[in-house]
């Protein structure tokens, strides 16, 4: 939880460092990188499907192996295995989580626009932060969850090699 908060504050001021420092460039800069935030928010939804099936099909070839179930090495596997599963259902969440907060700050910034008049102000500066936050966050995720196919592969290459 903290590794994700301090990519969320240091997203965050990067940020706001180049809405304050560059204004006019900051727009469409932000702009294309926040329109592929709901495609990542996609991949991470199937991906977290995908992963948690195949770890899910993992726990029950593990638990129904009646020779080992009694070993420590397997008691530790399958504990493993369900802490993965949790952790597949919370990077899900977290990352629906963070799509309507960036949906919603999306709404603010959007009745704060930047005009020529005026080319900087806070309220959009601070929100179109948050997004980015958002969409940094959400890219971590999502390398989190690809992190975890490793894992469960590393798993079941150890409970292939046990049998």
Same mark, same amino acid.
């Given at each position: 939880m903290t590794r994700f908060a301090l990519i969320f504050i240091l997203a965050f001021s990067a940020a706001l460092f180049i809405a304050y420092y560059m204004e006019k460039l900051a727009v469409p800069?932000?702009? $294309? @990188?926040l329109s592929a935030f709901i495609f990542?928010?996609?991949i991470t939804g199937t991906i977290s499907y995908a992963l948690y099936a195949? #770890? /899910? *099909?993992?726990s029950k070839d593990v638990s129904a192996d009646d020779d080992n179930n *009694?070993?420590?090495n397997y008691i530790s596997a399958v504990? +493993?295995?369900? &802490? @993965?599963?949790? $952790? =597949? @259902?919370i990077n899900a969440f977290s990352v629906v989580g963070l799509l309507v907060v &960036? +949906?919603?700050?999306? *709404?603010v910034s959007l =009745?704060?626009?930047?005009? /020529? $008049? $005026?080319?900087?102000?806070?309220?959009w500066a601070?929100?179109?932060? #948050? +997004? #980015?936050?958002c969409f940094a966050l959400s890219v971590v995720v999502a390398a989190i969850q690809f992190h975890g196919f490793l894992i469960a592969s590393d798993y079941r290459a150890i409970i292939s090699r046990s049998k």
């Amino acid at each position: 939880m903290t590794r994700f908060a301090l990519i969320f504050i240091l997203a965050f001021s990067a940020a706001l460092f180049i809405a304050y420092y560059m204004e006019k460039l900051a727009v469409p800069i932000f702009q $294309e @990188l926040l329109s592929a935030f709901i495609f990542i928010a996609m991949i991470t939804g199937t991906i977290s499907y995908a992963l948690y099936a195949y #770890v /899910d *099909g993992i726990s029950k070839d593990v638990s129904a192996d009646d020779d080992n179930n *009694g070993k420590v090495n397997y008691i530790s596997a399958v504990n +493993r295995l369900n &802490e @993965l599963k949790k $952790e =597949i @259902l919370i990077n899900a969440f977290s990352v629906v989580g963070l799509l309507v907060v &960036e +949906r919603v700050a999306h *709404g603010v910034s959007l =009745i704060v626009p930047v005009s /020529d $008049e $005026e080319p900087f102000n806070w309220a959009w500066a601070c929100s179109i932060s #948050v +997004r #980015v936050a958002c969409f940094a966050l959400s890219v971590v995720v999502a390398a989190i969850q690809f992190h975890g196919f490793l894992i469960a592969s590393d798993y079941r290459a150890i409970i292939s090699r046990s049998k």
